[in-house]
């Protein structure tokens, strides 16, 4: 298999998403290091496990660099957790700008998280995930079995 076969055809639209989806990941696995660096030599307080908490950071920030990734090779199955991602990265942005009066980092924030979800949710992404062919309907796409009945017919060498 060449190296080219393992992308899948994707818009634009879903390509910028995911590099949008790999940014606050490549930042919360840059938060858990953080945390890391500054628990070590300190003593543990009582109820808090910097290290647990550290860890919680990796693993979701590795978790969204791969739906990230996902997007960018153009893969179907990497949308959905992008959409909660987005969800997440708004719900982030608004605490952090009204509650917290932390404008400054939550404008930014949310407005990333909204251009994610308005780039998941564009005509092209959703024909993409749909597999739907040129002229064909959104119904017509999912009456064929969609991108499942997409990838079927390039395995099959059509």
């Known amino acids: ?51 647990a908490e550290a860890a919680y950071f990796a693993v979701f920030g590795i978790g969204t660099v791969i739906c990230g990734g996902g997007l960018l090779l153009g893969k179907t199955w990497a949308r959905s957790p992008s959409v909660v991602v987005a969800l997440l990265m708004i719900g982030v942005g608004w605490y952090a700008a009204v509650p917290s009066g932390q404008p400054g980092f939550g404008v930014p924030v949310g407005v990333v998280g909204l251009a994610l979800l308005v780039l998941l949710f564009r005509r092209p992404s959703r024909a993409w995930v749909l597999g739907q062919e040129e002229g064909e309907s959104e119904e017509a796409a999912a009456a064929r079995d969609g991108a499942a009945g997409r990838a079927a017919r390039r395995e099959q060498g059509e």
């Open 1 to 51: 298999m060449l190296f080219a076969d393992k992308f899948s055809p994707a818009p634009r639209e879903v390509r910028l998403a995911g590099l949008l989806t790999v940014l606050p990941g490549l930042a919360l696995i840059a938060l858990a290091v953080i945390e890391m660096a500054g628990a070590v030599g300190k003593p543990e307080a009582p109820g808090n496990n910097v290290f």
